[in-house]
């Protein structure tokens, strides 16, 4: 068995350098570890007894850039977590990372000869890893595709990915289906974009833990889709908790670096074949999500109400050109955003000046003059309800620009 020879390899590296030694994937996840030399720390043990380094210490380690790594280097401590420093050399196998060969190393004090036992280790564990590692790549890759697939708007792309799960056996069977979406906010930089995979591929793997809940998951560039199926409808509450449960861990892997947020779309009825629909949803809703969303970063479907069919609009459809002359002509003369945050309020309020006036605080002759100013600015009747519902849907655009980082 692959873990038996893993092992063999570790152990004898660590008790040829007297350190205590483990390997890990990509996702920092322990694969083996040797005894403990007494150099152990907080994360080792951790680690060790529960297969899980946690997401901070993942995070912190990944933050070094070590996916990108091609020869040993060195993790520096983390006091706050426990954490002591470590000589980690990557795993290669024709330039393709399989694993991080971690030795404790508190002091820096491995002799140059330990290193070099290290490096040549990773020469022996690389072959015996790759081809365990390529045929669950394949597997995984076939897998996130057919379900990728299955939630497509098109009924022939849907058909496709549902056989292709048939016959793998990992179509789910349940009457109810629902989709999260969780996506991090802009572009990440190429050299970030492993890290960023990694990150939405623990939060996932931690909410598809759920055994009351059939999950399926997958990534779509830097979007992690978790599809759920049930029996029955699973109240929202539980949905929203899981949800802020894997943006937590996602936040913990990426340390700062880039804010995670999430949608979730409406449970449909009719099993996996109508969960395009939920997905379609979700991805809404996450959009409409942004650092500016507040909470815990998860926007359902439901509650955007209005919003809610203007959040389909493709991210690259979403530009100035979309937004009403007249908003434009106001939002030119506006520098400071009061006028537009008095429109806004004043629409949101049904044209109640009365409720305006208290939302905003303002003296009811205050609030008319920045109305009346503002009809001057956009040139439109705010008693004509076409001229409101043109600027509401405007200001509602330009919400979403804003989330999507482009207003």
């Known amino acids: 068995m692959l873990e038996g020879r893993l092992q063999d390899v570790v152990d004898e590296l660590a008790e040829r350098i007297g350190r205590s030694v483990a390997v890990n994937d990509p996702r920092v996840h322990i694969l083996c570890a040797s005894r403990h030399f007494g150099d152990e720390d907080r994360v080792r043990v951790r680690a060790v007894l529960q297969r899980d380094a946690g997401s901070a210490a993942a995070g912190h380690i990944l933050a070094q850039g070590v996916d990108r790594w091609t020869e040993p280097g060195v993790i520096p401590p983390r006091d706050d977590l426990g954490m002591r420093a470590r000589l980690c050399a990557p795993i290669r196998w024709r330039h393709q990372l399989l694993g991080l060969l971690m030795v404790i190393d508190p002091d820096g004090s491995l002799s140059p000869a330990s290193v070099e036992a290290v490096v040549e280790a990773t020469g022996v564990l690389a072959p015996l890893m790759y081809g365990e590692f390529a045929a669950r790549d394949t597997e995984r890759m076939a897998r996130e595709e057919a379900l990728r697939q299955l939630l497509s708007p098109s009924a022939t792309v849907r058909k496709a990915g549902r056989d292709a799960l048939v016959r793998g056996g990992r179509l789910p069977s349940a009457r109810c289906a629902g989709?999260?979406?969780?996506?991090?906010?802009?572009?990440?930089?190429?050299?970030?974009?492993?890290?960023?995979?990694?990150?939405?591929?623990?939060?996932?793997?931690?909410?598809?833990?759920?055994?009351?809940?059939?999950?399926e998951f997958c990534l779509d560039g830097p979007r992690g889709l978790l599809l759920t199926c049930s029996d029955r409808p699973v109240p929202e509450e539980r949905l929203r908790?899981?949800?802020?449960?894997?943006?937590?861990?996602?936040?913990?892997?990426?340390?700062?670096?880039?804010?995670?947020?999430?949608?979730?779309?409406?449970?449909?009825?009719?099993?996996?074949?109508?969960?395009?629909?939920?997905?379609?949803?979700?991805?809404?809703?996450?959009?409409?999500a942004g650092p500016q969303t507040g909470g815990d970063g998860v926007v359902r479907w439901a509650e955007l109400g209005a919003l809610a069919p203007l959040s389909l609009i493709p991210p690259d459809r979403l530009t100035p050109a979309l937004l009403p002359a007249p908003l434009r002509a106001l939002l030119a003369r506006d520098p400071s955003g009061?006028?537009?945050?008095?429109?806004?309020?004043?629409?949101?309020?049904?044209?109640?000046?009365?409720?305006?006036?208290?939302?905003?605080?303002?003296?009811?002759?205050?609030?008319?003059?920045?109305?009346?100013?503002?009809?001057?600015?956009?040139?439109?009747?705010?008693?004509?309800?076409?001229?409101?519902?043109?600027?509401?849907?405007?200001?509602?655009?330009?919400?979403?620009?804003?989330?999507?980082?482009?207003?």
Do not use: K
Request: neutral net charge.
């Open 179 to 215: 989709v999260t979406v969780a996506r991090v906010v802009g572009d990440p930089p190429a050299d970030r974009a492993g890290v960023v995979e990694v990150a939405l591929r623990t939060g996932l793997e931690r909410v598809a833990g759920d055994r009351a809940l059939h999950t």
């Open 241 to 288: 908790a899981r949800a802020a449960v894997l943006l937590q861990q996602v936040r913990s892997v990426l340390d700062g670096s880039a804010e995670c947020v999430a949608g979730i779309g409406e449970t449909v009825e009719g099993g996996v074949e109508q969960a395009w629909m939920s997905y379609e949803q979700a991805a809404g809703a996450a959009r409409a």
């Open 338 to 407: 009061r006028l537009t945050e008095t429109l806004a309020a004043y629409l949101d309020h049904a044209g109640s000046a009365p409720r305006t006036a208290d939302a905003l605080h303002l003296h009811r002759t205050s609030l008319y003059y920045r109305l009346q100013r503002i009809a001057e600015l956009t040139g439109l009747d705010l008693a004509d309800g076409d001229n409101r519902l043109t600027l509401h849907l405007g200001l509602r655009l330009r919400s979403l620009m804003r989330a999507a980082g482009q207003g």
